[in-house]
């Protein structure tokens, strides 16, 4: 099978599926990545001394260690502006979403859920566009296309807003997650290892814990399907088209 991961940012791949991705690529399936942003506009920019251009750059180079760290069948790095893709025509961004699909073929694309995860409007555009996209060419008849899964979190029963006041991470209820990966320890040390190609979040990336915030499984929306319980592989019930 051939998946297709779409974010907005260099790292959403590492803070998220990295470990499932390693183990889709183990099983043999292929695993591209689509970035809309380099993630110039980071605040990490500001310790750096450098430029929403010159940090781009710096991110984009991390990316490229990331995708040998992982070993990605394809990775390809768009210049949108980051944090500002609420700001672009979306058919914009759906034009160079679409493209991608068209070139790749894949059978199934994965994003962000509707709440983006941290709630970020970037997170929230992208999965707005990416619905959109596999929609439209589905019925248009791009019969490649089997699946569209969004990675997440599940809901742990924790209020929306800690006591500091400070947003959580968004969740998803129980009932709506379709696909649980559990992850071996060696797909665990490939999401370390790609982390750790983000030279220039080291300290965001200890701050946050995401190691022990994703644990040892990953969860997953599947759109327009229910599994009960959840299926343990993206690719599974699934086959091509002939």
């Known amino acids: 099978m051939r998946l297709l991961y779409i974010f907005p940012h260099p790292d959403d791949e590492s803070f998220g599926p990295a470990a499932a991705v390693h183990s889709q690529l183990r099983d043999g399936h292929e695993a591209y990545?689509?970035?809309?942003?380099?993630?110039?506009?980071?605040?990490?920019?500001?310790?750096?001394?450098?430029?929403?251009d010159e940090m781009g750059e710096v991110r984009y180079r991390e990316m490229l260690e990331v995708e040998k760290a992982l070993g990605l069948t394809g990775m390809t790095v768009l210049d949108f502006p980051d944090g500002g893709l609420k700001?672009?025509?979306?058919?914009?961004?759906?034009?160079?979403?679409?493209?991608?699909?068209?070139?790749i073929k894949p059978n199934i694309v994965v994003s962000y859920p509707v709440h983006g995860v941290t709630g970020f409007h970037d997170h929230v555009v992208i999965h707005a566009v990416v619905k959109r996209v596999y929609l439209e060419m589905t019925d248009a008849g791009a019969d490649f296309l089997r699946r569209l899964a969004f990675v997440t979190l599940p809901d742990s029963g924790e209020p929306t807003?800690?006591?500091?006041?400070?947003?959580?991470?968004?969740?998803?209820?129980?009932?709506?997650?379709?696909?649980?990966?559990?992850?071996?320890?060696?797909?665990?040390?490939?999401?370390?290892k790609a982390l750790r190609c983000y030279a220039t979040y080291r300290e965001t990336i200890e701050k946050s814990q995401v190691i022990e915030t994703i644990g040892d499984r990953l969860y997953f929306e599947i759109f327009g399907e229910d599994f009960t319980p959840p299926l343990t592989d993206l690719t599974e019930e699934l086959q091509i088209r002939a």
């Open 33 to 52: 990545l689509l970035t809309l942003t380099k993630g110039g506009a980071t605040q990490e920019r500001h310790k750096l001394g450098l430029t929403v």
């Open 87 to 103: 700001e672009i025509d979306p058919r914009e961004l759906e034009h160079a979403v679409r493209r991608h699909i068209e070139e």
């Open 161 to 192: 807003w800690g006591p500091d006041g400070t947003a959580r991470l968004k969740r998803t209820e129980g009932a709506l997650i379709d696909c649980v990966i559990p992850h071996r320890g060696e797909d665990i040390e490939a999401m370390k």
